[in-house]
């Protein structure tokens, strides 16, 4: 005899826990490109966001497909795109592309020639161009069900200057970022969360198809993206429209 009272409430508790995770909303930043204004140095500075609820059921993939790999002898810590093999590259994009409907992508491309001179200082440039992104991250995720926001960006780049740089960047929020807006900012290494791992992995596409003009990754996780903030030159802008 089938017990349907149980089998229902045991299904009521897990929507219900699902909801409870969702309540909250989760936004994780990469960026791709360097610090170098000179002409040795990257054209593009991208800088993505990833926004996710719980349960993280991409991560749960990853997080299978790592110890796949460790079963099969490979000795990986975690997944960095630049530096995975192509295999390993080609299959964490499956896996991403498997979920793009439980991710929302954002990105903010600067062409870094036209970046003024007083802004290319380093407490000036990563602070200004975060709080530009997150001031639009921020504001979508604002106006749906989420009860409470948390933002987590890989490790400041420019570890001799990090101190220096969290003091700009949390000074460059304030001042950017409306007081309504409620959300918590922490800066984690990359390979201790796998949100920020999938963040590396979409920035990469993004910076790969500005760079080096391949949208060979990008068009797999294209459908997820809901905004591409550009600051090109008018130039660039004109060409970009011939195309």
Request: net charge positive.
């Amino acid at each position: 005899m089938k017990n349907y009272g149980v089998t229902s409430l045991a299904h009521r508790r897990i929507l219900e826990e699902g909801i409870i995770l969702a309540r909250c909303a989760y936004i994780f930043l990469d960026e791709s490109g360097n610090f170098d204004f000179s002409a040795s140095g990257s054209r593009y500075f991208v800088l993505t966001g990833v926004s996710m609820r719980r349960p993280f059921p991409a991560l749960r993939t990853l997080d299978s497909y790592k110890h796949d790999l460790l079963e099969a002898g490979r000795n990986i810590e975690y997944f960095h795109c630049a530096h995975d093999r192509r295999e390993v590259r080609n299959r964490v994009f499956d896996l991403i592309a498997a979920h793009l409907k439980d991710m929302r992508m954002e990105c903010l491309v600067t062409e870094k020639s036209i970046v003024s001179a007083n802004l290319r200082r380093d407490t000036q440039f990563y602070p200004r161009m975060l709080g530009y992104l997150l001031k639009h991250l921020l504001s979508k995720e604002l106006t749906t069900d989420a009860k409470e926001i948390i933002v987590i960006t890989d490790s400041i780049p420019l570890h001799n200057r990090r101190h220096v740089i969290a003091k700009a960047v949390k000074r460059a929020l304030t001042e950017m970022l409306p007081q309504t807006k409620k959300y918590r900012i922490m800066h984690h290494s990359s390979r201790l969360h796998f949100g920020l791992q999938v963040a590396d992995y979409c920035c990469w596409a993004v910076f790969r198809k500005w760079e080096q003009g391949d949208t060979t990754h990008f068009d797999r996780i294209r459908p997820s993206l809901a905004s591409e903030h550009q600051m090109l030159r008018k130039a660039t802008r004109r060409m970009l429209k011939k195309k």
